[in-house]
C-alpha cells in the first residue's frame, strides 16, 4: 500500500501524560498536513509542511502541540501533558504540488490515529 | 466567520436510485473544492475535485457542479451502491495563498438494498 501511513491507529492515555504519532507521506508527496476531527464533525486543520519547513499553523495548535517533518519525509505530532479535550482522531494527509503557491492537488489522508486521554 | 457548511445532515436513498449531496459555502475568495467520502474508522477518501473556473466535472459515477453565483455545490451520485454508504464532506481551499483545507459537518448517506 502506497498511501499516507499512520502510526499508532490507536493511543489511549492518562491525562498529563506525552504522546507522540508518526505519520508516512505519499513518497513522492512534498506537502504534508496534519488535522484533527472529532466525533460528528469535519476534520480540521492544524499544521502543514513544505519538505521540511513549517510554513503555517491553525490557532488550534496551543504549545503543548509540535510537529516536525525533520528530512522533510516522515513527520511526527508531540502533545505534551494531555488533556480529555485533546481526545479526537488525529489524520495526517499528503499532497504533491509543482507549481508552488497555494495548495491547488487534492489531499490524500491517512486513517488517522484515535487518542483517548482519560 | 467563513465556512463550508451542508444543507442536509441525513440523506437515504434507494439502492440503484441517484443520490445528490449539497454543499453551501461563503467564502466568495474559494477557488479550489473538493468531494471526501469518509467510511466508518477510516480517513477521508478523495472522491473528485473542481477549480473555480469550472462548472462541471465528471468521474465515474459521480458529478461535481459548481454554482458560484449561489455559492453551492453538489455532488451526483449515480446508480447509489450500498458500498457508497458514509459520509461525505465537501472541502474548500481559499484563493491567497492558503493551503488550509476548510470542511463542512458532512452528510451520512445511507443506501437502502
Known amino acids: 500500500d502506497t498511501g499516507v501511513s499512520q502510526d499508532p491507529r490507536h493511543k489511549i492515555t492518562k491525562r498529563g501524560q506525552n504522546v507522540t504519532f508518526r505519520c508516512d507521506p505519499i513518497?513522492?508527496?512534498?506537502?504534508l498536513y496534519w488535522y484533527r476531527q472529532t466525533l460528528g464533525q469535519g476534520p480540521e486543520f492544524l499544521t502543514y509542511?513544505?519538505?521540511?519547513?513549517?510554513?503555517?499553523k491553525s490557532r488550534l495548535l496551543s504549545d503543548r502541540f509540535s510537529a516536525e517533518r525533520p528530512k522533510g519525509s516522515f513527520s511526527t505530532l508531540e502533545i505534551q501533558r494531555t488533556e480529555q479535550g485533546d481526545s479526537a482522531m488525529y489524520l495526517c494527509?499528503?499532497?504533491?504540488?509543482?507549481?508552488?503557491?497555494?495548495?491547488?492537488?487534492?489531499?490524500?489522508f491517512g486513517n488517522g490515529t484515535r487518542l483517548t486521554v482519560t | 466567520g467563513e465556512s463550508v457548511g451542508l444543507h442536509l445532515p441525513t440523506l437515504s436513498v434507494q439502492e440503484g436510485d441517484n443520490s445528490i449531496i449539497n454543499c453551501a459555502y461563503s467564502?466568495?475568495?474559494?477557488?479550489?473544492f473538493i468531494w471526501y467520502k469518509q467510511e466508518s474508522g477510516k480517513g477521508p477518501q478523495f472522491i473528485i475535485d473542481?477549480?473555480?473556473?469550472?462548472d462541471k466535472r465528471q468521474g465515474q459515477r459521480v458529478t461535481v457542479l459548481l454554482n458560484k453565483t449561489v455559492k453551492h455545490l453538489s455532488l451526483q451520485i449515480a446508480a447509489t451502491q450500498p458500498g457508497d454508504s458514509a459520509v461525505y464532506f465537501c472541502?474548500?481551499?481559499?484563493?491567497?495563498?492558503?493551503?488550509?483545507?476548510?470542511f463542512g459537518k458532512g452528510t451520512k448517506l445511507s443506501v437502502i438494498p
Open positions: 494527509a499528503s499532497s504533491l504540488d509543482r507549481f508552488g503557491g497555494a495548495s491547488n492537488s487534492p489531499l490524500h
Open positions: 513518497s513522492e508527496h512534498n506537502r
Open positions: 509542511f513544505q519538505n521540511e519547513a513549517q510554513l503555517e
Open positions: 467564502n466568495s475568495a474559494s477557488d479550489y
Open positions: 473542481i477549480r473555480s473556473n469550472m
Open positions: 472541502a474548500e481551499i481559499s484563493g491567497a495563498g492558503s493551503y488550509q483545507l476548510t
